[in-house]
């Protein structure tokens, strides 16, 4: 199983998405927020095919389609982060942490 936790930055919002994957690469998702556009999300993407997401572009997996039918916004790093859990529960990635680190230049 596979634990992410996000900080998505200035909304102040806190989501953690937890996959755990069968032997077939089948990714059963629990995701959990205070924000009302990923709880819709959550709803909506409780289950993966690793591989047939790996096989899309990044606008076509079902994470980012369906953050974009919740209406979740464009800066927002909780789709990429299913899509990292989902790769970390199938072994297909190692456990690292990811950062972006904004500042006004």
Request: hydrophobic fraction near 50%; charged fraction near 20%.
């Amino acid at each position: 199983m596979a634990r992410v936790e996000v900080m998505a930055g200035v909304c102040g919002f806190t989501s953690v998405i937890e996959a755990k994957a069968d032997d077939n690469y089948h990714v059963t998702l629990r995701i959990c927020s205070d924000c009302a556009q990923i709880q819709a999300m959550g709803e909506m993407l409780t289950s993966l095919s690793a591989l047939d997401e790996m096989r899309l572009s990044i606008t076509e997996t079902r994470p980012y389609r369906v953050g974009a039918a919740c209406k979740v916004h464009a800066a927002c790093p909780v789709p990429c982060a299913v899509i990292k859990a989902m790769e970390v529960a199938c072994s297909l990635a190692l456990p690292a942490d990811v950062a972006i680190k904004v500042s006004k230049a």
